[in-house]
């Protein structure tokens, strides 16, 4: 509450200080502009974060570092304002939940949300009509980012992969990454104090407000295109990062070095790490929405929602369906994806999207196939036809892939998680890992059964054409069935 509070306390004397350090904007005579903006962010600095009691910036000083991060053609003030950002929203949020302090002691009082309205912010999602013209879109590069700004934000990204050798269009898709790092930020701050309150006190209006859900309710995006580019940046750039030490050899740092030929050693060796905390931030937004999902079911169930809230595909089923379009980004979006959880889920509901349903009066005579937990897909290997079914769906090697991440995801969480969010207890005991070890090992010994078979039925298969067929085409069936051998 006292941060809410001196944020209230606006320091005009210190606004009017600030920003006069940046009247050299507008000079003709721009020699000493850089210098003028770093001494701006400098003296932002010592006001409101070097001391104890610092004065929170005012609107108009937010929005003239915010101006500098994006308009700037210098990596040291590109740096410098995004730290400051950071370092600002840490000091005097936006949003937050108050300590809690109860005169009497009393250890189940819940906590309070406290939202600082006026506050300035660089995502401001309000109208929703698309902005079109030429003029609009010069004006909107000046203002805060709306909705359809984020989104061509982040298709801008997936540039990244092409490694663009001028020197000044790395360093503008760099400002990019860090613009899109502070927006997530940004994002995850507002969300996550508001989504606590609403799991504590089921305030579901809280969560509605958020920046994330109106951000993914706005009809200046197409939704589904969202995560669709989430989903293409994260792997561009996990795959972009892994690229360099695979193909080159060298590191990170040192491929940048030999890149740029030692002419731009600083971005050289800023580039590889934002491109890595871009990956974190991309990932981080995917999770982000993973969460809101989970919240709006919760509120769906306890009938908090109305028709205003609109309806939307979880995210989760949208990345299904895109790996099941494109099983190629199977296995570095799941290299790139590190938390254990939701991988675990997108592997359970892929895993199950493709098993072959048993019928309705043996399901009921077998009630142990409906397992509607994460860990009841390894009962879609229990028997050859339904593996068979999986693989034929599949591949082979994309249901190994699947298997594999799903053992690393269980080996990421703790015992006593794995029995009470993803085990029906019954049956299990005590050694969840050995259980799902042995299921791993059953899966896999399936796997290699159905491999045979299939193995033996193409080759049954060659045989046959052998008898009618002559020239090239018996002999690329002859060497075929020599690998089927």
């Known amino acids: 509450m006292e941060k809410s509070k001196r944020r209230a306390t606006s320091n005009r004397g210190m606004e009017e200080n600030t920003l006069a350090i940046l009247e050299s904007f507008c000079s003709l005579d721009s020699s000493h502009v850089h210098d003028d903006r770093l001494a701006f962010l400098e003296a932002v600095r010592f006001a409101s974060i070097v001391p104890e009691n610092g004065t929170p910036p005012t609107n108009k000083m937010m929005k003239a570092i915010f101006e500098i991060m994006r308009e700037t053609k210098s990596l040291e003030l590109i740096v410098a304002s995004y730290q400051l950002l950071c370092e600002l929203e840490k000091h005097f949020p936006r949003v937050c939940l108050s300590d809690g302090d109860d005169k009497q002691g009393n250890p189940d009082k819940r906590t309070e949300l406290v939202v600082y309205e006026e506050a300035w912010s660089p995502i401001a999602i309000g109208s929703d009509v698309a902005l079109s013209d030429k003029h609009a879109a010069k004006k909107r590069s000046k203002e805060p980012i709306d909705a359809a700004g984020f989104q061509l934000l982040l298709e801008s990204l997936s540039k990244v992969a092409n490694e663009p050798e001028s020197s000044d269009t790395k360093l503008e898709l760099l400002a990019k990454m860090y613009l899109f790092q502070y927006l997530v930020y940004i994002l995850e701050a507002d969300f996550l104090p508001r989504n606590h309150h609403f799991r504590e006190n089921s305030n ?117 369906d895109e790996l099941s379009y494109d ?51 390894f009962k879609c290997f229990v028997n050859s036809t339904s593996t068979k ?5 599949v591949g082979a090697e994309a249901v190994q892939v699947l298997l594999a991440h799903a053992l690393q995801a269980c080996m990421s969480i703790s015992k006593e998680q794995l029995l009470e969010e993803f085990f029906d207890s019954k049956g299990i005991g005590s050694s969840p890992l050995a259980s799902i070890c042995k299921n791993i090992i059953s899966a896999f010994t399936r796997l290699k059964e159905t491999d045979e078979y299939c193995l033996l039925v193409r080759k049954h298969y060659l045989q046959q054409q052998l008898c009618c067929l002559q020239g090239h085409r018996r002999f690329q069936i002859l060497l075929e069935l020599s690998f089927c051998t």
């Open 204 to 320: 579901w209006i809280c969560v509605r407000d958020s920046l994330l859900n109106k951000l993914l309710g706005s009809r200046q995006i197409t939704y589904k295109d969202l995560v669709y580019d989430s989903i293409f940046v994260l792997c561009d750039l996990f795959l972009g990062n892994a690229s360099v030490n695979r193909d080159t050899g060298l590191t990170a740092k040192s491929a940048s070095m030999v890149m740029y030929n030692n002419s731009d050693s600083a971005l050289g060796l800023c580039l590889p790490e934002a491109e890595k905390c871009t990956c974190k931030a991309v990932k981080k937004l995917i999770i982000l929405m993973t969460e809101l999902d989970l919240s709006r079911k919760k509120a769906d169930m306890q009938s908090l929602t109305t028709r205003a809230d609109g309806a939307r595909v979880p995210v989760v089923e949208l990345i299904i």
């Open 327 to 377: 099983k190629d980004i199977i296995t570095p979006f799941l290299q790139a994806l590190d938390e254990p959880r939701l991988k675990l889920e997108i592997v359970s509901q892929y895993i199950q999207k493709y098993n072959v349903k048993p019928s309705t009066r043996k399901r009921k005579s077998e009630g142990s196939q409906d397992d509607a937990t994460n860990i009841g897909f």
């Open 389 to 393: 079914g999986i693989v034929k769906k």
